[in-house]
């Protein structure tokens, strides 16, 4: 512990040093590895380095300490370099409180569904045990609701040679086909949307296929072309489910297209979860705050799509989200791959 000393003795040896080392700056001083007075104890008993030096010169000249009626001096400024220093550790500890994550609270409402997408019916490669046994998988879990990305038709004119892969002609008989062998279960409601298949027929003859198939099958509602957003839980406990089918061909990367998909949305635009038909892709991805599906497929690959070596990803998802107080706070997810 360094030295105690009474005025006189601090002072003493506060000179002896500065004299010695011939010492003028505060910086230099606290450098020094020898015995002395340390700064707290001199900013203690006379305010500031430049307090020292003047007790320094009076002791010098009168023999005696000066006398102080109150010490209130302001202390000695603190250097340039260290108030930067503690300018610069403040941002650090207030950048790092916005980065910690709060507590999370992971209860909220519990939403259970299904999803399906590009179902092809009319296709000769569309796989309907495959989509009765999803149905099975479904009722089995307790889903209520069944989310489909488009394509529920295979449509006409797709592509040359097209008229050969399909198992009856005309809207009537695919629409008429889907509504007769589409799975029906107790309790669950599939919701679809049209995907550049099922356009086919309204860009050929004005026939929206989506609404005649809603009409004939109560538990199937048609939610439009190409995109439609749901809203799922209660209260505050709310998240928005998007459906998209796009028109436009794979990507080399199977995440491309959602990534940019979610880039190019408009700020406030944004769902919750994204599920994007159209690609026959199956995959799971969380980017920039979105979680996104691609669905998959339950058409068999088609030799259109082997003859431009796109692999077919065929299988269903098992979905349970947990959505708390404005936003979600947990995903589970299932797929059942089948090889195609």
Not at 16 to 24: A, D, L, R
Not at 295 to 312: D, H, K
Request: charged share 25%.
């Amino acid at each position: 512990m360094p030295p105690k000393y009474d005025d006189q003795a601090l002072l003493t040896r506060f000179a002896e040093v500065i004299e010695q080392y011939k010492i003028t700056d505060s910086g230099v001083y606290d450098s020094l590895k020898v015995d002395k007075p340390t700064r707290a104890t001199l900013r203690k008993r006379f305010g500031s380095w430049k307090g020292s030096l003047e007790a320094v010169q009076h002791f010098r000249l009168n023999g005696t300490p000066p006398v102080y009626g109150n010490l209130a001096e302001a202390e000695e400024p603190e250097p340039a370099e260290h108030s930067e220093v503690r300018a610069l550790r403040q941002q650090v500890e207030e950048l790092t409180r916005h980065i910690q994550t709060p507590n999370l609270h992971l209860d909220g409402v519990v939403q259970s569904f299904g999803i399906v997408s590009d179902t092809h019916f009319g296709s000769i490669f569309a796989d309907h045990a495959l989509l009765d046994f999803a149905y099975d998988v479904f009722e089995a879990a307790g889903a209520k609701t069944v989310l489909h990305s488009g394509d529920m038709l295979d449509g006409e004119r797709m592509y040359r040679g097209h008229e050969y892969e399909v198992s009856c002609a005309g809207a009537d008989a695919q629409v008429s086909l889907c509504v007769e062998n589409y799975p029906k279960r107790s309790g669950i409601t599939t919701y679809f949307i049209d995907g550049n298949h099922d356009r086919s027929f309204w860009k050929r003859s004005g026939i929206n296929t989506g609404e005649k198939i809603a009409q004939r099958r109560e538990d199937m509602v048609y939610l439009g072309y190409m995109e439609s957003d749901i809203v799922i839980g209660e209260g505050d406990c709310k998240a928005t489910i998007r459906l998209f089918h796009g028109e436009d061909g794979s990507a080399y990367a199977i995440s491309y297209k959602p990534q940019r998909y979610v880039s190019e949305l408009a700020s406030g635009t944004k769902p919750d979860i994204l599920i994007m038909g159209h690609y026959h892709k199956a995959e799971q991805l969380f980017y920039r705050g979105v979680t996104t599906f691609q669905a998959g497929t339950t058409q068999r690959q088609t030799p259109f799509m082997r003859g431009r070596r796109l692999a077919a990803a065929v299988g269903f998802w098992l979905i349970k989200v947990t959505v708390g107080p404005h936003r979600i706070v947990k995903v589970r997810s299932e797929f059942y791959p089948v090889r195609s």
